[in-house]
Each structure stands twice: as structure tokens, then as C-alpha cells.
């Protein structure tokens, strides 16, 4: 729940879980805060600030592309313990 949110210039990611589930968030990183500048190096900077959510288990697929701010990696019930395993596919986005 202390995760913050990503967004990309040069990626896109592909997401989703092998095995369990969790809950991913979706925003505009033009409507969030921004809490830490974009890094090149990483292709990343954070945000916070509200957005919609969603359940993503296997056979799920979610692609964000640049300018689209995730949260992945939440609990979908408080106390889960359960294993998720994920896949995410980084792919280039020519500017």
C-alpha cells in the first residue's frame, strides 16, 4: 500500500501474473503529483495521487504505454500471503 506510482518516457510495459493475483492501478501521470523527477537511467519517475483500479490474475495483459502511470504489486485482500509471480515485457517506443 506505500508504493507509488511509475510512469515511463521511452517504454512501454506488458504486464502480467503467472501465478496469483493482485491489484494495479491506472492514471494519467498529467493528473498526479509528482514525488520523485523522471530518471533517465531507469526510465521511470513517481507520482502520487488517486486513480482506477483493477484485479489482474493469469490471463490478464495490461500495457502502459508512456505517459500512463501503474502501480502494480498491490494486495488484493488485506492479510493475502499468497505468491505472485509476473511477467513484464519493457518494449521500446520509437519518439
Not at 518516457?9 to 520523485?36: C, F, M, P, W
Not at 495521487?49 to 495483459?61: A, I, L, M, Q, R
Request: hydrophobic share 35%; no cysteine; glycine share 10%.
Amino acid at each position: 500500500s506505500k508504493s507509488l506510482w511509475e510512469a515511463h518516457r521511452n517504454y512501454a510495459d506488458i504486464q502480467t501474473e503467472i501465478t496469483g493475483e493482485e491489484k494495479i492501478g491506472k492514471a494519467a501521470a498529467s493528473k498526479l503529483k509528482e514525488v520523485h523527477p523522471y530518471n533517465p537511467a531507469g526510465d521511470a519517475a513517481n507520482y502520487e495521487g488517486p486513480g482506477k483500479y483493477y484485479v489482474s490474475g493469469p490471463g490478464t495483459f495490461f500495457i502502459f504505454f508512456p505517459g500512463q502511470a501503474h502501480r502494480p504489486g498491490l494486495k488484493v485482500n488485506a492479510g493475502d500471503t499468497t505468491q505472485v509471480r509476473k511477467l513484464v515485457i519493457k518494449m521500446r517506443i520509437p519518439q
